[in-house]
């Protein structure tokens, strides 16, 4: 396979960089989950480093109390004031940013995050998790079983882990575990030890023009294994099996599949959903039964993000108690179907990520798992224009299957407005297809149109990359004001 040049990059062979002769590291876009993770990992290392974003946040002020220097704002001023000795960016950070230019201009190192990360990666038996959906979970439930395995890991992860309080930290094991992101296919920079793809699926539209754009990527992906490394694989995923065929033979050999058939590696039989949450289910590996898996989080995709893991545990010699003990021990990332609170009248409000239709009917399948009787109201903030154009009628069908829907103006992230592209191709499909939308025009509004129309012993889901979440925390503090003005 010929070495493929990723989009935008340069020519010429980027310069290596040697960590040794740096001292100051300065990251754009310090406020984002992956940059604050990848400040958290150097700042322990024991670089001085600093950076800067456009607003705060909850990532920020989390590492500012760790100790790294966060400013507000771009500003060339930033090069002179932190003595920068290499400059990181993260995606949100245009090429045509001042601050950006002027590095350049003074020969000052310039990667962007996944190239500053596998340079630490890469130097480990790095084990590394792709997918367009189920990433986080995936390395978040391997890093924990690593952790319980006293393996000391070092942790990079796109969100938060609820059990272990932070997005990243450095551990004084050989392995490092890091969620690869396909977005702008920065994936392919990395060389992992053991390669877990969950599945494969048509999103980015703005970064790939189809799905085989997308496989291909994933392709030169599963290419840049170690020698001795191994390939963890969703079988029973239609975009997984079309990387697979495309895969050389010499790569097969080094692949596991996963799934719920007997024919894979790794395979779960007898699974169980619990109303309320919660699954379970039997783990086979390599034709062996090796017992029962119960799990606190919900949802067939949480089965097979769970498979993954009991996989790559497998293979690295993890006792099988420990894997059972730290699955039932795990509760997940934050705002992957994470409850926000239980509210008066028996009101369930929950927060999830999701910002495809596959994430999104997975989560609304999980929940139908977990409380069959309850009522749902999903509120969704749809999240990049290029996305909703693609997508829309996919969200609306998504949402037409709710008994009650909200939806809000679209969350731009970096990209532009396009000219006739915003909520309402959704919700016009959505009142096509029969559905019950009420289009909102901001977070206040939405808020407000929920407390109209929430009954005792509903769920409220809200559903998305952007802030999405703040409507919930709104209706919380709404509905346990009446009650206390009710008394």
């Avoid at 958290?40 to 800067?52: A, I, K, M, Q």
């Avoid at 590492?63 to 001023?77: M, N």
């Avoid at 601050?99 to 020969?107: D, Q, V």
């Avoid at 290029?386 to 969200?395: E, I, K, S």
């Amino acid at each position: 396979m010929q070495p493929h040049k990723l989009k935008g990059e340069s020519q010429v062979e980027r310069k290596k960089v040697d960590l040794n002769k740096i001292r100051n590291i300065h990251l754009m876009g310090i406020g984002g989950a992956g940059m604050s993770g990848l400040a958290l990992l150097f700042h322990e290392l024991g670089f001085n480093v600093s950076g800067c974003d456009m607003g705060r946040n909850s990532y920020a002020e989390k590492i500012e109390k760790r100790g790294v220097k966060v400013l507000y704002g771009h500003d060339v001023k930033h090069l002179d004031d932190c003595h920068v000795d290499l400059l990181a960016y993260s995606s949100a950070i245009l090429p045509s940013n001042a601050e950006l230019i002027e590095a350049r201009r003074r020969n000052i190192p310039v990667l962007k995050r996944a190239e500053l990360l596998s340079l630490l990666f890469d130097s480990k038996k790095g084990i590394g998790v792709a997918g367009t959906h189920g990433k986080t979970t995936t390395t978040s439930l391997i890093s924990f079983i690593l952790e319980q395995a006293d393996m000391k890991p070092t942790i990079a992860v796109g969100g938060e882990l609820c059990d272990i309080g932070c997005n990243a930290k450095i551990g004084t094991g050989e392995y490092m575990v890091a969620e690869l992101d396909e977005s702008d296919e920065s994936f392919e920079y990395f060389h992992p030890y053991f390669s877990v793809v969950t599945n494969v699926d048509w999103d980015h539209v703005n970064q790939y023009p189809s799905i085989q754009a997308v496989a291909d990527a994933f392709v030169r992906f599963l290419s840049n294994i170690k020698p001795d490394g191994r390939l963890f694989l969703c079988g029973e995923d239609s975009g997984v099996r079309r990387v697979i065929a495309e895969l050389p033979e010499d790569l097969k050999q080094k692949m596991f599949l996963y799934g719920r058939d007997p024919s894979f590696d790794f395979y779960a039989t007898d699974i169980q959903y619990h109303c309320g949450g919660g699954l379970s289910y039997t783990f086979y590996a390599k034709g062996k039964k090796m017992g029962t898996i119960d799990l606190v989080i919900s949802g067939e995709h949480n089965v097979l993000d769970s498979l993954a893991a009991c996989g790559v545990a497998y293979e690295l010699g993890v006792p099988f108690a420990i894997v059972q003990k730290s699955m039932r021990m795990f509760h997940g990332a934050k705002r992957r179907l994470q409850m926000r609170a239980m509210c008066p009248d028996n009101i369930l409000v929950y927060d999830d990520y999701g910002h495809h239709p596959r994430e999104m009917e997975a989560t609304l399948n999980a929940v139908r798992l977990m409380y069959p009787d309850r009522r749902i109201v999903l509120i969704f903030q749809p999240h990049r224009y290029t996305r909703t154009q693609a997508l829309f009628g996919q969200f609306a069908r998504v949402l037409a299957s709710v008994p009650q829907a909200v939806l809000l103006p679209i969350y731009a992230a970096d990209e532009r407005p396009i000219e006739g592209v915003s909520s309402k191709l959704i919700s016009a499909e959505v009142a096509r297809l029969g559905g019950n939308c009420i289009l909102a025009s901001n977070k206040i509004e939405a808020a407000d149109k929920v407390l109209e129309i929430v009954r005792p012993g509903d769920f409220i889901l809200t559903e998305g990359a952007g802030d999405v979440y703040v409507i919930g925390d709104l209706i919380v503090q709404e509905l346990n004001k009446k009650t206390v003005a009710a008394l």
